[in-house]
């Protein structure tokens, strides 16, 4: 599993989690929360998108965010 957080700002973190998962074989868990630190709750993550696909697939997201941010 590899976790990586994304400080957007001083009140608000995006966490970003890939983690394979056992069945079928090949296929990775991508899930992205929200943390607002300022909220009632700052510990509190929201999940805001949680898909599991294909390594290929997977890759292909990837390469498509790679490809829509560059100038």
Do not use: C, F, W
Not at 3 to 8: F, L
Not at 16 to 29: A, E, I, N, R, W
């Amino acid at each position: 599993m590899t976790t990586d957080i994304i400080h957007v700002s001083q009140n608000y973190k995006l966490h970003v989690t890939v983690s394979p998962v056992g069945t079928p074989l090949g296929d990775y868990h991508l899930k992205v929360q929200s943390q607002l630190l300022s909220a009632k709750d700052p510990a509190g993550l929201q999940t805001k998108y949680s898909v599991t696909l294909p390594r290929r697939q997977l890759l292909e997201l990837a390469y498509t965010i790679i490809e829509g941010v560059k100038p």
